[in-house]
């Protein structure tokens, strides 16, 4: 079959390549990267009869204009970015059908912050340590083809076509009204306080602006870090809440560092992570703690 291409007409606002991420070279130092919202990237794949860790095209907020050149199918899914082809509007959560010539736009956000485009077939994309996601330093040397510019094209060996299919909504967009974090002990958990922790827990805490993929940073969230330990720098992973000498928490994110100095004072889980990266820059969150 004829290979399908992806021509950039715009990039949009933060648009890179992603798949499952770099797993097994954390202790090199390597991030492990990754979609941000996993199991949306995996419902975009499985609708196009990709195996799940085919790369996808994650999309934050403003979306890229994409002209297709050759036929073939596409699923988007996560973020309500008001997509449509050829001016007419496409649902999320489906299996989509284009053809040459075809110009796939993204509008206004409706829910979300992250939405997964899925092109049926295989892409033709540098790999690096076994992946295919953006690295989040270096990233035009160790991963060239991760942050398509106005004017790149990506090519994908086009497969055979699959059955249509719907998905139902997924739920986190009912959660992100009012989203409740679960979270669970960090290794310094104890060293907190129980005022500081009774205030964590019980108020709402926007997200910053200078959240990225990295980390999440927690406006209004202050522990008192004045009697907290110096610690060696120690293991920490996407979830892993840190708290930094200014007392405002961090939430580190797919493409955080694999070492880290300060407390570990919680964990959210992996389940949740999902739902943190649909939360966008001034949505506030809550969390609620679940001992193991």
């Known amino acids: 079959m004829a290979d399908v291409i992806l021509h950039i007409e715009k990039s949009g606002l933060q648009t890179s390549i992603q798949d499952l991420g770099r797993g097994g070279v954390q202790q090199y130092g390597v991030p492990l ?5 996993q199991a949306s990237a995996k419902r975009a794949n499985e609708l196009v009869g990709n195996s799940l860790s085919t790369p996808v095209l994650e999309i934050t907020l403003l979306g890229p204009r994409i002209h297709f050149r050759g036929n073939g ?3 988007i899914c996560g973020a309500g970015l008001s997509p449509k082809l050829n001016g007419k509007d496409v649902p999320n959560d489906r299996t989509l059908t284009f053809k040459d010539g075809d110009r796939l736009t993204f509008g206004k956000v409706i829910y979300g912050c992250r939405a997964y485009l899925a092109v049926a077939g295989k892409w033709n994309v540098h790999t690096w340590l076994g992946s295919c996601s953006a690295s989040p330093f270096e990233a035009s040397l160790l991963t060239p083809d991760s ?14 076509s699959v059955p249509i299919r719907n998905l139902s909504p997924p739920d986190w967009i009912a959660k992100l009204r009012m989203p409740f974090i679960k979270v669970y002990p960090g290794p310094e958990f104890e060293q907190c306080t129980r005022v500081d922790l009774a205030y964590f827990f019980s108020h709402r805490y926007r997200i910053a602006a200078s959240s990225n993929r990295m980390a999440y940073r927690l406006e209004e969230a202050h522990f008192a870090s004045e009697h907290m330990p110096e610690m060696i720098s120690s293991a920490v ?35 949740d992570l999902d739902l943190l990266a649909q939360c966008k820059p001034g949505d506030t969150v809550a969390f609620y703690l679940e001992r193991v």
């Open 147 to 160: 942050k398509p510019a106005m004017g790149d094209h990506i090519r994908i060996e086009s497969k055979a």
């Open 237 to 271: 992973l996407p979830g892993t809440i840190q708290l930094p000498p200014s007392g405002k928490p961090l939430i580190l994110m797919r493409d955080a560092q694999t070492v880290g100095g300060y407390p570990r004072i919680l964990q959210v889980a992996e389940a």
């Open 33 to 37: 990267s990754g979609a941000m919202d």
């Open 73 to 75: 199918q596409m699923a």
